[in-house]
T-cell receptor, first 117, second 116 residues
Framework: AQKVTQAQTEISVVEKEDVTLDCVYE???????LFWYKQPPSGELVFLIR??????QNEISGRYSWNFQKSTSSFNFTITASQVVDSAVYFCALSEAANTGGFKTIFGAGTRLFVKA | DARVTQTPRHKVTEMGQEVTMRCQPILGHNTVFWYRQTMMQGLELLAY????????DSGMPKDRFSAEMPDATLATLKIQPSEPRDSAVYFC??????????????FGPGTRLTVL
């Protein structure tokens, strides 16, 4: 069965600090997809990144970077030099093939990040 | 800039009333998802469609909830009768499932439902 664990409920940092959000997942499939979404105070869910299970290359996009490690079933997200605008809830998600066809996605509980000026 | 649109953005209703939420997926996407977000349960998948056919609605309370896609540009989620415990934000998302696997889901702005 699928499971996504974001053990950090809330994190508070001061602007310009680096912060890492943890995500650990469980799946029996060899083919699956991992995602991170951002939910700012305005409420919308913004897509940040998608990785498939066969691509363990780490990725960097500006101040954001992601570390995917299949050996530990983790897909962690690091924000470098955090800014107040990074304050949001961040969700990790796992998508795998469903019995009914297509792919089924489950989301972690989210990590609320507060960045103080 | 293609986006998923949802209407209404906010809905306040009384217990027992029917509620219909609408979603327009991104043109060309072949999957549509309905999620419910509450503080207690987080983001829960209610239903999803591929090429307008329902693939999974196991997350949806069948006695009062129904989801349909009358055409490729419209998905609806209906609650009848509504109850206070249905108060939540309902998100619609659309995506493109390719032969090689799942694509990203893009979310609409959500409908904030309050049932009094």
């Amino acid at each position: 069965a699928q499971k996504v664990t974001q053990a950090q409920t809330e994190i508070s940092v001061v602007e310009k600090e680096d912060v890492t959000l943890d995500c650990v997942y469980e799946t029996r499939d060899t083919t699956y997809y991992l995602f991170w979404y951002k939910q700012p105070p305005s409420g919308e869910l913004v897509f940040l990144i998608r990785r498939n299970s066969f691509d363990e290359q780490n990725e960097i996009s500006g101040r954001y970077s992601w570390n995917f490690q299949k050996s530990t079933s983790s897909f962690n997200f690091t924000i470098t030099a955090s800014q107040v605008v990074d304050s949001a809830v961040y969700f990790c998600a796992l998508s795998e093939a469903a019995n009914t066809g297509g792919f089924k996605t489950i989301f972690g509980a989210g990590t609320r990040l507060f960045v103080k000026a | 800039d293609a986006r998923v649109t949802q209407t209404p953005r906010h809905k306040v209703t009384e217990m027992g009333q029917e509620v219909t939420m609408r979603c327009q997926p991104i043109l060309g996407h072949n999957t549509v998802f309905w999620y419910r977000q509450t503080m207690m349960q987080g983001l829960e998948l209610l239903a999803y469609f591929r090429n307008r056919a329902p693939l999974d609605d196991s997350g949806m309370p069948k006695d009062r909830f129904s989801a349909e896609m009358p055409d490729a540009t419209l998905a609806t989620l209906k609650i009848q009768p509504s109850e206070p415990r249905d108060s939540a934000v309902y998100f619609c998302a659309s995506g493109l499932v390719l032969p090689q696997g799942s694509d990203t889901q893009y979310f609409g702005p959500g409908t904030r439902l309050t049932v009094l």
